[in-house]
């Protein structure tokens, strides 16, 4: 009976499946994600974790995040993710939208990634501009001066101080 039970515990030390790995806190379910939410945990027999999205996809020994996943917003790095409860929804509404995405241009959009930057390369040409300009100096002639002169002279010469 003793041998029974080395080999049995012995089988199941050396065995892929333990406690450990099969433990749903891989999942990292809390208040928000949540079975009400739609993330769900299922202990698979290999002994991973299937972890569950509301979107009905999964990670293995990993959370499911749906705005965890490459560019699920689209390309631009300055796009913002959101995850959206099923319960924000109106129920006769489209109740697939389980993210939202807030885009750079200040838009957003649920269910969809933003619109993707362009990436035309646009070409610029500088070509050189020859500009000329004329400037043209009158001076007054010296009859006119002399002229504006006589009047200042006259002007004062009948005031008294």
């Given at each position: 009976?003793?041998?029974?039970?080395?080999?049995?515990?012995?089988?199941?030390?050396?065995?892929?499946?333990?406690?450990?790995?099969?433990?749903?806190?891989?999942?990292?379910?809390?208040?928000?994600?949540?079975?009400?939410?739609?993330?769900?945990?299922?202990?698979?027999?290999?002994?991973?974790?299937?972890?569950?999205?509301?979107?009905?996809?999964?990670?293995?020994?990993?959370?499911?995040?749906?705005?965890?996943?490459?560019?699920?917003?689209?390309?631009?790095?300055?796009?913002?993710?959101?995850?959206?409860?099923?319960?924000?929804?109106?129920p006769e509404n489209?109740?697939?939208?389980?993210?939202?995405?807030?885009?750079?241009?200040?838009?957003?959009?649920?269910?969809?990634?933003?619109?993707?930057?362009?990436?035309?390369?646009?070409?610029?040409?500088?070509?050189?501009?020859?500009?000329?300009?004329?400037?043209?100096?009158?001076?007054?002639?010296?009859?006119?001066?002399?002229?504006?002169?006589?009047?200042?002279?006259?002007?004062?010469?009948?005031?008294?101080?």
């Amino acid at each position: 009976m003793l041998v029974y039970l080395f080999v049995v515990a012995a089988i199941y030390t050396l065995s892929p499946i333990t406690n450990a790995v099969s433990d749903c806190s891989l999942c990292k379910l809390n208040e928000y994600y949540n079975e009400t939410t739609g993330y769900q945990c299922f202990r698979l027999s290999n002994g991973q974790v299937a972890c569950t999205c509301p979107d009905y996809r999964y990670a293995l020994d990993k959370p499911c995040r749906i705005c965890e996943r490459p560019n699920i917003c689209g390309d631009d790095p300055n796009n913002l993710c959101a995850e959206l409860s099923p319960t924000s929804f109106d129920p006769e509404n489209d109740n697939d939208k389980n993210f939202a995405c807030f885009c750079s241009d200040l838009s957003y959009y649920l269910g969809e990634p933003c619109p993707s930057i362009s990436t035309t390369p646009t070409a610029t040409t500088i070509l050189p501009v020859t500009t000329t300009s004329t400037f043209t100096t009158e001076y007054p002639t010296f009859t006119t001066l002399v002229t504006n002169l006589t009047l200042i002279n006259d002007t004062t010469a009948n005031t008294t101080i």
